[in-house]
């Protein structure tokens, strides 16, 4: 059995959701693996981030999302609101500030000590519900999905742009 990783780096913008379409990069990965047959799993190292399968929606709103994604939004939105205020989600508590503010690149998380840099509770819930990794058939060295099927990473966290990571595993022979 063969075993092959890869990770992919991706950026995401401030003040949206961010939707990747990684399809394209997994089924890379699975050519440079050379397995043949097996499994494939696609993960976020992140807690404010998802992977998920969906069908690709050809219809694309003025933010550039896809029908299906701008769905997905809404319906979230109903379930989880966006963190708006301190009072919107009792995360992060005064205690989770003081952990972050005691890092030493705290700068990073809390740009000029702005607690509501941190006031992304609803993208810890939102990634939470959608999980965050998939896995998939590799079949004859390709993967066995639909002719529609599309691989997205998201990341929920509006508060700042970033670059994420995103872990391919290949596994089988």
Known sequence: MAVFKKQILLET???????VDITLEVKQAIEESDIK???????????????????????????????????????????????????????PGEEHYK??????????YLPDGDRKALWNGDAHL????????????????????????YIYFVDFDQTRERTRKCNILIIGE
Do not use: R
């Open 13 to 19: 913008k401030e003040g949206k959701v961010s939707y």
């Open 37 to 91: 047959s097996g499994i494939c799993t696609v993960i976020s190292p992140h807690t404010t981030c998802s992977v998920f399968f969906e069908e690709f929606a050809h219809d694309i709103n003025e933010a550039g999302d896809e029908s299906l994604q701008e769905d997905l939004n809404t319906v979230l939105e109903k379930i989880i609101p966006d963190h708006t205020s301190s009072e919107t989600y009792v995360y």
């Open 99 to 108: 952990a972050v503010e005691s890092w030493p690149n705290a700068q990073e």
């Open 126 to 149: 939102k990634s939470t519900i959608l999980g965050s990794s998939e896995t998939f058939e590799v079949e004859n060295g390709k993967l066995a999905v639909g002719s529609t099927g």
